[in-house]
């Protein structure tokens, strides 16, 4: 069951003083010390960067509207940042964690407080790291909580669970990828899938410990699961029971029923479990692999249990459950294609009926020329041709204090070079570039951006997150997207709210969103190797009239490079 009272959280009723009303505001205060810690998973023992010693992280837990103070201690030898995945971040940009986009990072030694109130928004969302491939170990769920007297718009479960979805390496995740970058080539996929930390037994291994679900007989449960992994969309299943899900990146969503969901890096989905399976015992829990390029992955599959209360302790055996093919894109289809907006008077869908921005970017990879790599070449990834360079100093820095020549705002709001984007004997550069470039928006400007998968190497499923926004995903189709008639289907009246979207392998999905929020936002792809070779891009939002929509001013222990 969630705490709301939870180990190293202190809650404080203050006065909050809004325009013309005086409130009471929930300002809750968490520390957090970064440091390396010893942990045990495949038979291996490694030292890995945590969050107070924790793997996966402690939880976060507020209400709507509360205010969130973290104050983040950087006790280990990497910079550090923490992004808080799915934070609307209004008007607070200082506190949303990239990486030379919205901070300078954290040296080793150093603090910094995130401040940041959680406005409009409940449900399941995560933090991670936002520098190097941290996150792989550095990540915990946020759970927001409804305001007070406020029901979910489903029956009330009788007990909760986060369930968080990782990979683990046998070896340093840093080593793996500065390898890869030293040779130009992929890096080792990881060795296991992690649930809740725990990876499934293995064999001629002392450890057996895996992670169980304990459930009672007519309860109703719902979980909270998180896919943290680094490079890996995942199916989950539960052997013999049904999944009702009812909220996907803390919106919520029409209810419905499936025995395998499939989530993507950077997403979160809230699901009812009611344990009413009449032959009580123990099920497999298993988290799988999605796939459907022909791209190496971890093709290991994780395993839990679910336990009711008689077989807590028996070592009988469970009923088991196949994991879908790796490439059973028809399941996953049929899972996304389910999600609709709630929609209700309470929990309305405001997509923007009309356009001031019409963006088209392609996305995927490449090779470039390296004289001193592997094979002569260096896989790179892009966006509309722009491979995207990290600055010295964080963007929302120096576009605050105009200060010049760290980034321009000439991002291209089409690809420079059209061609047959997901066509066969593609070749492997069409030009790519490199640059910081950022797309400038007016303030409360709507967009409308068409995401194209390319084939370029191969085809792939690409999860985007955009930081700052939340966005609704309007259509998506395969192949080659087509402005006279796809728009024609486009869904504007129910929508899945999200803020992070898988590109279909082959295809292209659009989103609508409207920019109320100034600052400057991430856009990049979630699989943590493409954003590495450049795969994103960020969006520059000006300030609109007066104070209530301007960005507020850097706090005083702002990190400085």
């Not at 107070?52 to 950087?74: S, Y």
């Not at 407080?113 to 991670?128: A, E, M, P, S």
């Not at 955009?466 to 024609?488: A, T």
Request: hydrophobic content about 40%; some cysteine; glycine content about 6%.
């Amino acid at each position: 069951m969630v705490n709301l009272m939870e180990r190293g959280v202190l809650l404080v009723l203050v006065a909050c003083i809004l325009p013309a009303i005086l409130v009471e505001c929930r300002v809750r205060h968490y520390k957090f010390n970064v440091v390396m810690k010893n942990h045990t998973r495949q038979c291996s023992t490694k030292s890995i960067v945590t969050v107070n010693g924790k793997f996966p992280g402690p939880t976060i837990v507020a209400r709507e509207d509360d205010t969130v103070l973290v104050k983040v201690v950087n006790h280990v030898k990497y910079n550090l940042t923490i992004h808080w995945h799915g934070i609307r971040q209004i008007r607070t940009g200082w506190s949303d964690g990239p990486a030379y986009i919205a901070q300078c990072p954290i040296q080793p030694g150093q603090t910094y407080t995130y401040n940041f109130t959680v406005t409009g928004q409940r449900g399941t969302l995560f933090y991670h790291a936002h520098i190097l491939w941290l996150r792989a170990t550095v990540h915990g769920a946020i759970v927001i909580l409804p305001k007070l007297g406020v029901p979910y718009p489903f029956p009330k479960p009788d007990k909760e669970n986060i369930i968080v979805l990782g990979e683990w390496w046998k070896s340093d995740v840093e080593a793996v990828i500065n390898e890869a970058l030293k040779s130009g080539l992929a890096p080792n996929v990881s060795d296991a899938h992690t649930i809740n930390g725990y990876t499934r037994p293995v064999k001629n291994c002392n450890s057996k410990e895996m992670f169980n679900i304990h459930v009672k007989p007519g309860k109703r449960y719902m979980l909270r699961i998180i896919n943290a992994a680094l490079n890996e969309e995942l199916f989950f299943k539960i052997a013999d029971h049904k999944l009702t899900v009812v909220e996907v990146d803390a919106t919520y969503v029409k209810p419905f029923k499936t025995d395998t969901i499939v989530i993507s890096p950077g997403q979160t989905t809230n699901v009812i479990l009611e344990a009413n399976n009449k032959a009580m015992g123990k099920y497999l829990v298993v988290v799988s692999p999605f796939m459907d390029a022909p791209v190496p992955v971890d093709n290991a599959t994780g395993f839990a249990t679910l336990r009711y209360p008689a077989f807590r302790h028996k070592t009988l055996s469970a009923t088991l459950t196949a994991p879908p093919p790796i490439n059973a894109t028809a399941v996953a289809d049929n899972f996304t294609n389910a999600l609709r907006s709630l929609n209700t008077k309470e929990f309305p869908a405001k997509v923007p009926q009309k356009v001031d921005h019409s963006l088209f970017f392609t996305v995927g990879l490449g090779v470039n020329p390296c004289k001193t790599c592997v094979n002569g070449s260096r896989i790179v990834a892009d966006i509309n041709n722009i491979t995207f360079v990290m600055p010295d100093i964080s963007i929302l820095q120096a576009h605050y204090y105009n200060i010049s020549g760290v980034f321009t705002d000439d991002f291209p709001a089409k690809p420079p070079t059209p061609f047959n984007f997901t066509g066969n004997n593609q070749v492997t550069n069409v030009g790519t570039t490199k640059g910081t470039k950022v797309y400038r928006l007016p303030y409360n400007a709507t967009v409308q951006l068409v995401l194209q998968d390319t084939a370029i190497i191969a085809p792939e499923n690409h999860p985007f997150h955009l930081h700052g926004f939340n966005f609704f995903v309007v259509g998506k189709g395969v192949g080659n997207f087509n402005p006279k008639n796809d728009p024609k289907k486009f869904n504007l009246v129910d929508p899945v709210e999200r803020n992070t979207i898988g590109v279909p392998s082959g295809g292209w999905a659009a989103i609508r969103f409207r920019a109320d929020n100034p600052g400057v936002w991430f856009f990049h792809c979630h699989l943590e190797i493409h954003t590495t070779w450049g795969l994103k891009m960020a969006f520059l939002v000006d300030d609109g009239k007066g104070p209530s929509e301007s960005l507020l001013p850097p706090p005083n222990d702002f990190p400085k490079c």
